[in-house]
């Protein structure tokens, strides 16, 4: 049972554009949301997280907003660079259960020059 | 940042032996250790979490007995493939957590890809 979703598989997006990376989940009692930066064959690196209390977390060129109602997160880069090219996941907790994150399927980004 | 190393990178190995692969966290105590899997074009799937001193806690479908997984001290988890098969072949990532309630992030490793033949 998959309770992140990523329906994305991939993304093109042109240099200098925004990129827009979407994630839903099933389960409400997540609170603790998380993007991670993957590329092949490497260990995901943690980019931006948002804790249920917020709707919106910046961080530089990154952006995550987070739709509570609507069970939907996503992550926002502008503008989009060719080093940002890799594999995005994004992962939920619950703060009552602490340890287990659930991952997203992830999102192949390409950012053409 | 904090680092989290594995060892090692790659390996390679015949059916049935068994292999041991080190998730070392390099400049803090980690007290909770995860290993995942990751298969092809697919999400990072949590096998084990390890808390220092105690047994790991497995779930549901990771064979316990297959994949031993140890949590030795604060700052090294090794997971043991046991008799390998082919089919364990994949992309293997530790990732390790520091104290604290609330401490959410993990760390990750920069993964193991094991090769059975």
């Known amino acids: 049972d998959q309770q992140v979703k990523q329906n994305s598989p991939s993304l093109s997006v042109q240099e200098g554009r925004i990129s827009i990376l979407n994630c839903d989940y099933t389960n409400s009692m997540f609170d603790y949301f998380l993007w991670y930066k993957k590329y092949p064959a490497e260990g995901p690196t943690f980019l931006i997280s948002?804790?249920?209390?917020?709707d919106k977390n910046e961080d530089g060129r990154f952006t995550v907003f987070l739709n509570k109602s609507a069970k939907h997160l996503s992550l926002h880069i502008v503008p989009s660079q060719p080093g940002d090219s890799a594999v995005y996941f994004c992962?939920?907790?619950?703060?009552?259960?602490?340890?287990?994150?659930?991952f997203g399927t992830g999102t192949s980004l390409t950012v053409i020059p | 940042g904090a680092v989290v190393s594995q060892h090692p990178s790659r390996v390679i190995c015949k059916s049935g032996t068994s292999v041991k692969i080190e998730c070392r966290s390099l400049?803090?105590?980690?007290?909770?250790m995860f290993w995942y899997r990751q298969f092809p074009k697919q999400s990072l799937m949590l096998m084990a979490t390890?808390?220092?001193?105690?047994?790991?806690?497995?779930e549901q479908g990771v064979e316990k007995d297959k994949f031993l997984i140890n949590h030795a001290s604060l700052t090294l988890s090794t997971l043991t493939v046991t008799s390998a098969h082919p089919e364990d072949s994949s992309f293997y990532i530790c990732?390790?957590?520091?104290?604290?309630?609330?401490?959410?992030?993990?760390?990750f490793g920069p993964g193991t890809r094991l090769t059975v033949t």
């Open positions: 400049d803090f105590q980690a007290t909770t």
């Open positions: 390890s808390n220092e001193g105690s047994k790991a806690t497995y």
């Open positions: 992962a939920a907790s619950r703060g009552d259960t602490g340890n287990q994150f659930y």
């Open positions: 990732s390790a957590r520091g104290g604290g309630t609330d401490s959410y992030e993990q760390y």
């Open positions: 948002i804790s249920s209390i917020k």
